[in-house]
């Protein structure tokens, strides 16, 4: 199959700090999945323009994380002759695009997204809120129709952007009698833990801006210091009190990287998740030993990502290149789309043969 013939992907993640375990479950193991069945042409995006919309004033932090999660693509298993990578500043169409379609959407619909909501409460701006942060649900529409992208493999978070998409996509065509934006569809986790992973302290989600996250390349001692301080069940005191397996971050973790090999190997008195759980419930089972056999868990994941993400880190000269070489495919790419959505607005002026016969012949 040649890569025009192949169904398209896209995804990004902002550089505002190293990725962690959410973005991992939550999308970057689908991504490497499905990069690997050979069946698609994917893209991955560095979303620094989206990162400038609540960091405009600290630029620094995500000059600072660029390489840093190209670094952890690399680690959890993307490759860039299988993936492009790019950055979103330099691709000239991601921010022509939005142009057009932030005239098919209303401020009320802008409101209406939940995940803009809760993030504009998280941020506190009250009446300070950038209007750059306000609309970048349109830019992120761009993003994927620039592409084409059919699949966009991410956490639950991002449905109301995908939904927000759909209807730039229907408006667009609808409007301009074509049918060239393509409907994207979301790729979720197929673990319900992992859709949105709660964090270290058992908020909602684990996130670069709540300070509760397991990064990808943090080391073994941080690991450990990290999960045995983890926010457990506040009613659970003593031992022998019976403990609640629900919303309890550490049980979580377990449902989303536990197997009943790793039973075997760290903790075979129990032959699985299911049995453990019901100890606890049961009462009887300290927090500590539970705490211990999740470490044991993390470590042998993240540890050959980690060896990995060291692997690459000696060549950043490397890593630039390969952005580079990435971003220029994706120029190159969504151009082509830039100008059929010229074509079909009619704002063709030079190229269009019909525009010089009624208007200049
Ligand atoms: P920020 O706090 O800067 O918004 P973030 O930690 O939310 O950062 P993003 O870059 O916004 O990360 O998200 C990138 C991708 O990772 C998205 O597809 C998102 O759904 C996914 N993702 C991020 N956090 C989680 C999580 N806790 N659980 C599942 N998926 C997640
Ligand atoms: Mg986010």
Known sequence: MSNTEKEI???GDRPTGPLHLGHFVGSLNNRVKLQNTGKYHQFVMIADLQALTDNAENPEKIRQNIL???LDYLAAGLEPDKTTFFVQSHVPALYELPMYYSNLVTMSRLERNPTIKAEIKLRNFERNLPVGFMTYPISQ?????AFKAKFVPVGEDQLPMLEQTREIVSAFNRIYKCEILVEPQAI???NEACCRLVGTDGGTKMSKSL???IYLKDDEKTIKQKVMSMFTDPTHINVSDPGHTENNPVFIYLDAFSNDDMFAEYLPEYKNLEELKEHYRRGGLGDMKVKKFLNNVMQ?????IRERREEYAKDKSALLEILRKGTEHAIEISNKTVDEVRNAIGINYFSDQSFKDNFID
């Open 188 to 190: 979720l986790p197929d």
């Open 9 to 11: 992907i896209l995804t």
């Open 300 to 304: 042998e994941m993240l540890k050959p």
């Open 68 to 70: 840093e999660v190209t």
């Open 141 to 145: 529409a761009a993003d994927i129709t």
């Open 211 to 213: 300070g509760n996250c």
